[in-house]
């Protein structure tokens, strides 16, 4: 078992910037992959960005530029820096592992909300 747990969201203006944190705890040495997604009113829930063990990089193409994720290893975190945020941007963000083992772990999730 894999526990996720989120913090960092809020409500920001256009141009504006947040970092969202995840911690993971329990069987980390099973997480692969770590990542983050997002789930706007009415809409499916979709990748915005994953990084591996080894540091690969993965992102949604309308956040390429704007958005960073980072891991550290040691400390079983997964951060997304998110820069020059637009309304579209909100949405509720989950964080997610991967285990080796094929198993798929979500955080409670945490609201972004753009808006003047």
């Known amino acids: 078992q894999v526990h996720l747990v989120e913090s960092g969201g809020g409500l920001v203006q256009p141009g504006g910037s947040l970092r969202l944190s995840c911690a993971a705890s329990?069987?980390?040495?099973?997480?692969?992959?770590m990542g983050w997604y997002r789930q706007a009113p009415g809409k499916q829930r979709v990748l915005v960005a994953r990084i591996s063990t080894g540091g690969s990089t993965n992102y949604v193409d309308s956040v390429k530029g704007r958005f960073t994720i980072s891991r550290d290893n040691a400390k079983s975190t997964v951060s997304l820096q998110m820069n020059s945020l637009n309304p579209e941007d909100t949405a509720v963000y989950y964080c997610n592992a991967w285990t080796t083992g094929g198993m798929q772990y979500w955080g409670q999730g945490t609201q972004v909300t753009v808006s003047s």
């Open positions: 329990g069987n980390i040495f099973s997480i692969n992959y």
